[in-house]
Nanobody
Framework: QVQLVESGGGLVQAGGSLRLSCAAS????????MGWFRQAPGKEREFVGS????????AYADSVKGRFSISRDNAKNTVDLRMNSLKPEDTAIYYC???????????????????WGQGTQVTVSS
C-alpha cells in the first residue's frame, strides 16, 4: 500500500501559477490511479482531476479544464498538478488520492479512492 504526501501549496495572486506534487511511497505506485480533489471552507471535497495508472487517461473538472494539468512519473512515484490562471475560487486544501487497479477508467468521486494524503493549502488572493 502506498502513502501519499502533497507539497507545493502556498499563497499566490490571482492569475498566477502553482505546481502541486504528490509523492508516493511504496513499490506499487504504478498500479494506482491517482486523483486530485480540493475542499474549500464550508464546502464538500470536490473533484479536480484524475489520471489512470499509465497516464493515458486524464480527466478534469469543468471548473479547471484548460487551466490545470495533471501528469505522473511512475519512475519517481510522483503525480503533479500544474495550476495556471489561478482564481480566488481555487482557494482550498488540495488532496491527492490513490485507487488501486490497472483500469483505464477515470474516477470522479472521493469514495472511489482508497488512500489520501494530508493535503496542502492553496490560497489565491484577488
Amino acid at each position: 500500500q502506498v502513502q501519499l504526501v502533497e507539497s507545493g501549496g502556498g499563497l499566490v495572486q490571482a492569475g498566477g501559477s502553482l505546481r502541486l506534487s504528490c509523492a508516493a511511497s511504496g513499490r506499487t505506485f504504478s498500479s494506482y490511479a491517482m486523483g486530485w480533489f480540493r475542499q474549500a471552507p464550508g464546502k464538500e471535497r470536490e473533484f479536480v482531476g484524475s489520471i489512470n495508472w499509465s497516464g493515458d487517461r486524464i480527466a478534469y473538472a469543468d471548473s479547471v479544464k484548460g487551466r490545470f494539468s495533471i501528469s505522473r512519473d511512475n519512475a519517481k512515484n510522483t503525480v503533479d498538478l500544474r495550476m495556471n490562471s489561478l482564481k480566488p475560487e481555487d482557494t482550498a486544501i488540495y488532496y491527492c488520492g490513490a485507487r488501486g487497479g490497472l483500469s483505464g477508467a477515470s474516477y470522479y468521486y472521493d469514495v472511489e479512492y482508497d488512500i489520501w494524503g494530508q493535503g496542502t493549502q492553496v490560497t489565491v488572493s484577488s
